[in-house]
């Protein structure tokens, strides 16, 4: 079955469904890559240089057969890499065994010293993390525009960036609008005022840990769980399918077969049978007492979201 696509403020089009890469071990990313290819129907995966795998997510696409050309292939700058974008996307082109990236994101809005006590995650003495507070975003966002224009990348877009620092730190002073913002989107944390937001300003909205992530609580919720029995499909079915439907690119990820075709042809699934009144249903789920956000790394820094701890 073939993925719907959302066009990009650019023109350029990505398949709404996409095959999500983090803390996928590198020796199971190798073959679920090429599983989710070859045998599920995704053309669509989502890497980044921070999940230590994009060497081995490179040899997935190749081992699948499935020519680069069809695949839409996204990475991410890392938070010690904003000082160097040509070169930290020249190594993650290098790893991944490719020449151009679909899309490449700024992973955070987040510069941390790249000159600390750790390649990833540098901690001050205090333990905390060694975040370069007087960094400018813009100044990472030049240099996104800058590999655009060469070609390296078919578009460049953000993740976990809060409508506060886009309206602060980067649009005022981008030439191109980001194409997409990454950001956690689920039952239990829908940002609905923030995807609005997006929309209005042409960025689409794509929703990471779409199923709730490592030991999901939302698998077993019980408004999706209902749902779901309605139509005779599974709840992961039902997560997916309501951001399908909402104009939200979906990234789930697994590491099993049997889930990676199962969410690929659920996702498409769940999009055509949920009426409207469940949509609205699901929306309403996390401001009816269970909003959540599952993903909140301790970088010390406001970033400026609803519901950050
Ligand atoms: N930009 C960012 O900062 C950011 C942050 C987080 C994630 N992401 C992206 O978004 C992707 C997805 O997020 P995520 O990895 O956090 O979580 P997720 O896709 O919401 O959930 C993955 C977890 O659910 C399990 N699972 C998958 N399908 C299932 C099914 N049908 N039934 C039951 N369990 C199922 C997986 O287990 P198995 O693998 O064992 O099957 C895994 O433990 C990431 O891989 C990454 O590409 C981006």
Redesign the pocket.
């Known amino acids: 079955m073939e993925c719907p696509k959302v066009k990009l403020n650019n023109g350029v089009e990505i398949p709404i469904v996409g095959f999500?890469?983090?803390?996928?071990k590198p020796e199971e990313v190798v073959h679920a890559v090429e599983y989710a290819l070859k045998e599920a129907g995704y053309r669509h995966i989502?890497c980044?240089w921070a999940y230590d795998n994009e060497k081995e997510v490179g040899q997935g696409i190749r081992n699948s057969g499935v020519p680069r050309s069809e695949i839409f292939l996204t990475s991410?700058l890392w938070c010690t890499h904003h000082h160097r974008v040509e070169a930290a996307l020249d190594e993650t082109l290098a790893n991944l065994g490719t020449d151009y990236l679909d899309l490449y994101?700024v992973?955070?809005p987040i510069h941390l010293n790249p000159n600390g006590n750790n390649y990833k995650f540098p901690t001050r003495p205090d333990g905390s993390r060694d975040v370069l507070l007087d960094w400018r975003i813009r100044d990472t966002w030049s240099q996104m525009e800058a590999v655009l224009k060469k070609g390296k990348v078919r578009a460049i877009g953000v993740?976990?960036f809060s409508q506060r620092v886009l309206e602060r730190d980067l649009l005022p002073y981008a030439q191109v609008v980001p194409a997409v913002d990454?950001v956690?989107l689920?039952l239990y944390n829908p940002q609905l005022a923030l995807v609005a937001f997006l929309k209005s300003k042409g960025i689409v909205p794509q929703a990471?840990?779409?199923?709730?992530?490592?030991n999901?609580p939302l698998?077993t919720d019980e408004t999706a769980t209902a749902i779901a029995a309605a139509h005779g499909l599974?709840p992961?079915d039902v997560l997916l399918g309501w951001l399908v439907a909402r104009g939200i690119v979906a990234?789930?990820?697994?590491?099993?077969p049997s889930?990676i075709a199962?969410?690929y042809k659920g996702a498409l699934a769940a999009a055509a049978a949920l009426t409207e009144e469940e949509l609205e249903r699901l929306d309403g789920v996390a401001a009816g007492g269970k909003q959540k956000r599952l993903?909140t790394p301790p970088w010390g820094v406001d970033l400026g979201f609803d519901n950050w701890p």
Do not use: C, F
């Open positions: 999500g890469t983090w803390q996928s989502d980044a991410k994101l992973h955070w993740s976990n990454q956690e689920h990471y840990s779409p199923l709730g992530s490592t999901s698998l599974m992961a990234l789930p990820k697994s590491v099993t889930r199962a969410n993903i």
